[in-house]
């Protein structure tokens, strides 16, 4: 499960993989209620014919991904993945991982969640986790309004996907129920002196004096869980500590959980195997991989990338072990999913 070489020998061995013709995307806006304010999205999936290649998610520290904007759709029967981004993050992070599913075979939706996006942040505000599982709910709904999309969705391969903190919601979505001492009690320890590699994000949300036993138990620990979702595959998730087997009962059967980095490469807080969140899984199919990091998930650095980053006093993002191929990352974790959806 692990072996990353065996994983790549078998991707470029794929005709379709090597040969690919670029995903089609389009951008979508809609109302959220539960927001009061619009998701902004974009659309992955086969295209046929011509649209106008053009480059995405491309800036100063990350290399873009070229698609088929506006193209017309390939006729056919695809899988749905509902992508949602990590904490800070934003839908162009993962357009690597998007419009790879989509060269497959997929069609792959991914929203901005509010208050917890690059550009829309709030701290305590981005602790209401079943907000984005109201989000990706909502973008459902309007897969299944749209006369376009609906006719090519196959009601049997509905994914929920995530990294990170979306790696969580894509759980949540699929009926994992979070449990609010846990995740406190996990906090408590992190802000530790002792312990203080733990958790960043723990030591974020008390420097903005965010009290997470002040938040809703109630909510937190609520099913949220949409019998459409038939798959789940969650690449390095949060908020797996203090969990146990009451709050797995109602999470579908097909979940994929990706780990990566190993060691001191691991990053604890979203380390499935040290929480104790894959033991309460034994079916669940979980490729680990290595040498990587967490934020291997993320675009590919270009060589500045990280200078950029240091200059700019943000998290070192481009950095990780030495001997990390972030592009081979890339290709394991899309052969991963696109296989678990018979692409």
């Not at 951008?27 to 999205?41: I, K, M, N, V, Y």
């Amino acid at each position: 499960m692990g072996n990353l070489s065996l994983l790549i020998a078998l991707l470029f061995a794929t005709p379709f993989a090597a040969q690919a013709d670029p995903a089609g995307y389009k951008t979508f806006s809609r109302f959220a209620p539960h927001h009061g304010q619009d998701l902004e999205g974009g659309i992955w999936y086969p295209a046929f014919g011509s649209g106008r290649e053009t480059m995405i998610s491309e800036n100063a520290v990350f290399y873009g991904v070229t698609v088929s904007k506006d193209a017309p759709m390939a006729n056919g029967d695809y899988p749905l993945v509902l992508l949602s981004h990590g904490l800070g993050g934003h839908f162009h992070s993962l357009t690597w991982l998007a419009a790879g599913l989509a060269e497959r075979g997929a069609i792959v939706i991914a929203v901005n969640h509010p208050h917890s996006t690059f550009g829309d942040f709030d701290s305590e505000a981005a602790l209401d986790h079943w907000t984005r599982v109201q989000d990706l709910s909502l973008v459902l709904d309007r897969v299944f309004d749209d006369p376009e999309i609906a006719p090519h969705v196959d009601p049997d391969r509905i994914v929920a996907a995530g990294f990170s903190y979306g790696g969580w919601t894509a759980l949540s979505v699929g009926g994992l129920r979070g449990d609010l001492d846990g995740f406190a009690t996990y906090c408590r320890l992190a802000l530790r002196p002792e312990n203080q590699a733990i958790s960043i994000f723990c030591h974020d949300l008390a420097q903005a004096k965010v009290d997470s036993l002040a938040l809703s138990a109630e909510a937190w620990a609520a099913s949220y869980a949409d019998d459409r979702i038939t798959h789940v595959a969650a690449i390095d998730p949060g908020l797996t500590w203090g969990l146990d087997a009451t709050h797995t009962t109602g999470l579908v059967s097909h979940v994929t959980l990706i780990g990566l980095g190993k060691g001191s490469d691991r990053l604890m807080a979203t380390d499935f195997d040290a929480s104790g969140f894959a033991a309460l899984l034994p079916d669940a199919d979980i490729l680990r991989l290595s040498p990587a990091f967490h934020f291997s998930a993320l675009p590919l650095c270009k060589p500045d990338g990280a200078v950029i980053l240091k200059e700019e006093g943000d998290d070192p993002v481009c950095n990780g072990p030495d001997s990390a191929d972030r592009a081979s990352l890339h290709a394991a974790m899309i052969s991963k999913l696109a296989t678990d959806l018979d692409l």
